[in-house]
């Protein structure tokens, strides 16, 4: 009787759905390639093993994509068009022709008039499937030294040249794409933020205006009039009218769009988890972590593995625990738990078992998960009500992983280093979590900043101006200006001696007649900073004297002070000689220790 009615208890209708055509299950490998109706029974065959053997190592949906690619865009795409076709072996020209309708497609759009209009455009996904192709051939080139018997009879050229996919190329375009999006889209999330919430709370105070009105009566809200309507049947939802055309509004699915669009804006963009990442977060994610040092409590949101096969935890925020602090009060039952669910997995083509999801809601009288498809509705309803627009005048358009790259980009702005941003995202090069920034380099800007402050400050005379001959003449003697003053050395001038100084003691010093009477006074000066420090410390102490080690105590007789009346030492010992060449020879004497380098411009 409840089944006839369409009223089924409150476990029931998840069970039923699951059984429901609407949720096809997986599919088998050879129903994969069936679904494109290929004439040629050897390729078709050839195709099932091949994804047969690969389906080990990939997942349903990566299975269903090379399906996709192999079945329809290549072998029926050339069944199409040369029907007589059974072999892989392509001929130039007809590889040629079928790379050059993948590159391109046809979009048919109505102009003003009503009539269709053909446009060819650019086909974004052409270089994935040349790739997919090409790794294809090479498979079967490689598993034929394996199993001649089996793969060797297709074991054939390959119509895809590695010159055919340009990697670089295209990961350039699509980095300027994203990062073109992102810095559409960064200046706009403040706003952005604001009119949702704007809008969520505005209709839920309409909601609230119109329960407390009767039917037939006007309310207003919000600078809003609308009428309550009359309804015949008893109804869950609150309908209301506009006065001026009558079109009815449910007031209670505006309230629910609004709340969980501003809470999907919300998480996404202070999380930067992925779209599947946020329809997989459960009341078991909110878990919590005590500091040893200070045993503060830190709340941490757990993110079960999804791409990468690799769970991670993330820090909450204040402002993100009152977001997941509003979604649990609004699906959390009156006993205070929050109800199970059964997610359809769209991906993999399987159910889930009961989760206590948290982006959940009450659709008739069963509580169900709002699945990936239903969170990119919401967030183009949240955009519409704001009538933001891009720079072309169109509406603004936001997906699920625009604000990924927009925290990306935010948190290494706001000086997250990028390793850290890359172990919470969960990605597994940091080249990737790069790739997300759409920041110009710092030191990029700074430096031509300063150049062009550089280039200010110059008179453009002097800047551009040709050298004259006395500047060329002391540029090109740059390096011989930088030799001693007093003569060459011989050394050459990549060795550890820099030239700067004359090393008066150095055998490879050669010596300039014209400069022996300055070397005669650096000897002067040389013999008489010797001589100074001799005359404060007194009499010289004889050579391997061990009293000369000890400190003497100030009982002692010899820790008096020695008379000004001393007579000095000799200075003919210490002084330095000039042989034939012009070099100064080493002193005779140990106790006089001569520097051994003496700049040439001291006095």
């Not at 990697?167 to 375009?173: G, L, N």
């Not at 090109?476 to 001038?493: I, N, P, T």
């Amino acid at each position: 009787m409840l089944h006839s009615l369409g009223v089924f208890p409150a476990d029931a209708p998840s069970s039923v759905r699951m059984f429901s055509t609407r949720f096809p299950g997986q599919l088998a490998v050879e129903q994969l390639v069936d679904r494109y109706d290929l004439a040629c029974r050897p390729v078709r065959d050839l195709l099932v093993d091949y994804l047969r053997e690969r389906q080990p190592s990939v997942d349903y949906n990566t299975l269903t994509g090379l399906a996709t690619a192999l079945g329809l865009w290549f072998s029926k795409d050339l069944e199409k068009h040369h029907p007589c076709i059974d072999s892989l072996r392509l001929a130039p020209d007809v590889a040629a022709a079928w790379k050059r309708r993948l590159q391109t497609r046809t979009v048919r759009t109505s102009d003003e008039h009503g009539q269709v209009v053909e446009t060819t455009v650019e086909r974004a996904t052409a270089s994935d499937t040349l790739m997919t192709v090409r790794a294809f051939y090479l498979d079967l080139a490689q598993w034929a030294l394996d199993e001649p018997s089996r793969w060797g009879p297709w074991a054939v050229p390959c119509p895809v040249r590695a010159d055919d996919v340009q990697h670089r190329k295209m990961k350039s375009r699509q980095k300027a794409r994203m990062d073109q999006r992102t810095r559409e889209r960064l200046p706009v999330l403040p706003s952005l933020c604001e009119a949702v919430d704007r809008n969520r709370k505005a209709a839920a105070a309409r909601l609230e205006a119109g329960g407390r009105a009767r039917p037939g009566e006007l309310f207003t809200t919000d600078g809003q009039t609308l009428r309550r309507a009359i309804l015949k049947r008893h109804s869950p939802h609150l309908w209301a009218e506009e006065p001026a055309t009558g079109q009815r509004r449910n007031l209670a699915r505006e309230e629910s769009n609004a709340f969980w669009g501003w809470a999907a804006i919300e998480v996404l963009r202070m999380t930067g988890i992925r779209v599947e990442e946020l329809s997989e977060i459960s009341h078991h994610s909110l878990v919590q972590y005590r500091l040893p040092s200070t045993g503060e409590l830190v709340p941490l949101l757990q993110i079960a593995p999804s791409k990468t096969d690799e769970e991670r935890l993330l820090v909450i925020s204040p402002e993100l625990a009152d977001v997941l602090s509003a979604i649990i009060c609004r699906v959390r039952t009156t006993d205070g738990g929050v109800p199970l669910v059964i997610a359809y997995d769209h991906h993999e083509k399987v159910w889930n078992p009961p989760m206590p999801l948290l982006f959940q809601r009450k659709i008739g009288l069963e509580d169900r998960p709002i699945p990936i498809a239903g969170i990119h509705d919401l967030l183009q309803d949240a955009l519409a009500a704001t009538r933001f627009t891009d720079a072309t005048g169109n509406p603004l358009h936001f997906a699920p992983h625009d604000f990924r790259r927009i925290f990306t980009t935010d948190a290494v702005m706001n000086g997250m280093p990028p390793h850290i941003a890359q172990l919470i995202l969960g990605h597994r090069d940091i080249n990737t979590t790069m790739g997300y920034k759409a920041v110009y380099p710092e030191e990029a800007i700074n430096g031509h900043r300063a150049f062009i402050a550089r280039r200010r400050d110059l008179r453009p005379s002097e800047e551009y101006r040709s050298p004259t001959e006395q500047e060329w003449e002391e540029f090109l003697g740059h390096f011989e200006r930088r030799k001693v003053a007093l003569g060459d050395c011989g050394r050459a001038y990549g060795t550890s001696c820099v030239h700067e100084h004359s090393c008066i003691r150095c055998p490879l010093l050669r010596a300039d007649p014209a400069q022996r009477p300055r070397l005669v006074d650096i000897r002067d000066n040389l013999i008489d900073r010797i001589a100074e420090p001799n005359v404060r410390a007194g009499p010289a102490r004889p050579k391997g004297s061990r009293s000369a080690s000890r400190r003497p105590t100030p009982s002692s007789p010899s820790s008096t002070t020695s008379s000004p009346t001393a007579p000095l030492p000799s200075t003919s010992a210490c002084r330095p000689s000039l042989t034939s060449r012009g070099v100064m020879s080493p002193p005779k004497s140990e106790g006089c220790r001569a520097p051994s380098v003496l700049s040439c411009h001291r006095p």
